[in-house]
């Protein structure tokens, strides 16, 4: 393992210092454009005041065809658009796919200055992660480029989830990770052809009631277990988890729940591949206004965070007071960048 002293100096001559403390964004939701289609790419300024992270999408779903084309049209969409505070990410190919080594040189040798985050598909371990941290690092040093560019790595193969914990501690690069419940259900033979989401035949029978009565069942989520190991993997390295895509665009229940499920177990923001699911996500990535409401008063009664209290019958303790923060803090953020919200959560 590489020394602590070490951990922070840049990894070629010239290139920026890592960050010791990753900068603080809000992002709701990563919104996926594939840049090879120009009506799309065009659209990217208009859709900017609407997204807190806009994608540009090389990897699947780009016909190998229009890889090319997909990359040139994410360097001309960096280089046309300004996107404010709106953070502006490319999903590279993965490391071993014929695209990567171009995905990477003409993106950084072009907008690396605009590109805040590059998205790792099929990360297995934290060798992954040291490649591309020593291959930006070159690149970065080449092309003078100004603040280090973040990676976030896509936990989507088996090996991946068995080396979560160190994939979230490999780099002062990463900047987090996202479920990738697609390559995810294909690396482990799981049954099933939804991206994301529950299934129907994945449930819980109860016991038999009375005679004649049918036996109740409910659906269990298959992604809790690979999310909950991703969350704590991310919290223990100070990086921040995501839930990714969901497929069925129809379904926009379906989706909200499985965004919902995500954001209380921790995560901070999803995937959005259709202009549908951004309502959603920023429905639920931005905290509740009664739940923020209570977590102030909580706040407001403990003004040192320590000590006991009751509110409405319910005892509140320093423990209490730390949940109460980290939804307040959040809905700062929030209200900060979303003027509706603020005047929901009385900032
Ligand atoms: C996303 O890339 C997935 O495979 O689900
Ligand atoms: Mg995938």
Wanted: aromatic fraction near 8%; hydrophobic fraction near 45%.
């Amino acid at each position: 393992m590489k020394s602590p002293r070490k951990f922070f100096e840049p990894l070629a001559i010239g290139a920026p210092s890592p960050y010791r403390e990753l900068p603080m964004r809000l992002e709701r939701m990563i919104h996926f454009v594939p840049p090879h289609i120009e009506k799309l790419r065009a659209k990217a300024g208009e859709l900017a005041s609407q997204v807190d992270v806009i994608l540009g999408n090389l990897e699947d779903a780009i016909p190998i065809e229009a890889k090319a084309a997909a990359r040139e049209g994410f360097i001309a969409m960096a280089r046309a658009t300004d996107l404010g505070t709106t953070g502006l990410w490319a999903r590279v190919n993965a490391l071993n796919s014929p695209w990567f080594l171009d995905d990477m040189t003409r993106l950084v040798g072009e907008v690396g200055d605009r590109l805040d985050v590059i998205m790792l598909p099929k990360v297995e371990g934290p060798w992954d992660i040291h490649f591309i941290d020593q291959y930006l690092g070159l690149l970065e040093a080449r092309h003078a480029v100004k603040k280090p560019i973040l990676v976030h790595a896509i936990l989507e193969t088996a090996e991946g989830v068995n080396n979560v914990a160190e994939i979230a501690r490999a780099s002062p690069r990463l900047h987090g990770m996202s479920l990738g419940p697609a390559d995810l259900a294909a690396s482990r033979a799981m049954k099933t052809t939804r991206v994301g989401g529950g299934h129907p035949d994945y449930r819980v029978l109860a016991d038999s009631g009375a005679p004649g009565e049918p036996r109740r069942a409910a659906q269990q989520d298959p992604w809790h277990y690979t999310i909950a190991r991703m969350v704590d993997a991310c919290a223990a390295n100070g990086v921040k988890p995501f839930y990714g895509p969901f497929g069925d665009f129809a379904d926009a229940d379906a989706c909200e729940a499985q965004f919902r499920n995500a954001f209380l177990l921790g995560c901070a923001g999803a995937w959005t591949l259709h202009p549908s699911q951004i309502a959603i996500a920023k429905r639920v990535f931005s905290p509740d206004p009664a739940e923020v409401a209570f977590a102030k008063r909580i706040l407001a009664a403990m003004p040192d965070g320590s000590g006991a209290v009751m509110i409405d019958g319910k005892m509140q303790d320093d423990a209490t007071w730390k949940q109460a923060k980290v939804i307040v803090d959040l809905a700062r953020q929030v209200a900060a960048k979303d003027i509706e919200f603020a005047a929901l959560y009385g900032f």
